[in-house]
């Protein structure tokens, strides 16, 4: 069955410091993964996907992911943080079976501090 | 802009009394899901139409019903709320392919008095 595992919480990081949130997957065939930002009372918005081709994926505001079969891992990454930044993120998968369905992480929260 | 909109943003209901939650969208997506989320925990997928062919998830209970009355629009019926459907809910939209995104609104926060 496919999967998604966000193994940290929250995430502490200092404004102008790269950032990191980390997401594994769990699929048999090809992975399909997505990565959400959310803030306070929104819905969730869509910051980038890995379909197949370049491991490293840039997607809006600065965020980019690396895709590592090896280690099945896909993990957000953003070389300088921002205040604005913080927000809660979700790593997603899409069904393997059933790929009308999203499959989604327990999110992390993201602390940006000034 | 083509969008997901939901409404109302805010929806405070009595504990038994009937409440319905709207959705529609501007982007001719075949597919529409209703989640529910508590507490920043991950949405938690309560059904999906694939065009008028509704899913439900296992665990969802028997008090939340759906009708997608055509391609735009998609409603969410608790027919008795009760304090534990105190939740944000969040309509989604998405395409066929799997190599799509979710596109989302803004959500409704659903308060049971």
């Known amino acids: 069955a496919q999967s998604v595992a966000q193994p940290e919480d929250q995430v502490n990081v200092a404004e102008g410091n790269p950032l990191t949130v980390k997401c594994t997957y769990s699929?048999?065939?090809?992975?399909?993964l997505f990565w959400y930002v959310q803030y306070p009372n929104r819905g969730l918005q869509f910051l980038l996907k890995?379909?197949?081709?370049?491991?490293l994926v840039k997607g809006s505001y600065g965020f980019e992911a690396e895709f590592n079969k090896s280690q099945t891992s896909f993990h957000l990454k953003k070389p300088s943080a921002l205040v604005s930044d913080s927000a809660l993120y979700f790593c997603?998968?899409?069904?393997?079976?059933?790929?009308?369905?999203?499959?989604f992480g327990s999110g992390t929260k993201l602390n940006v501090k000034p | 802009d083509a969008m997901v909109i939901q409404n109302p943003r805010y929806q405070v209901t009595q504990f038994g009394k009937p409440v319905t939650l709207s959705c529609s969208q501007t982007?001719?997506?075949?597919?529409m899901y209703w989640y529910q989320q508590k507490s920043s925990q991950a949405p938690k997928l309560l059904f999906h139409y694939y065009d008028k062919d509704f899913n439900n998830e296992a665990d969802t209970p028997d008090n939340f019903q759906s009708r997608r009355p055509n391609t735009s629009f998609c409603f969410l019926d608790i027919r008795s709320p009760g304090l534990g459907d105190a939740a944000m809910y969040l309509c989604?939209?998405?395409?066929?392919?799997?190599?799509?995104?979710?596109?989302f609104g803004q959500g409704t926060r659903l308060t049971v008095v």
């Open positions: 890995y379909i197949t081709g370049d491991n």
């Open positions: 699929v048999s065939g090809n992975p399909y």
């Open positions: 982007l001719n997506h075949n597919v």
């Open positions: 989604a939209t998405g395409g066929t392919g799997r190599n799509t995104e979710a596109f």
């Open positions: 997603a998968v899409r069904g393997e079976y059933n790929f009308n369905k999203f499959y």
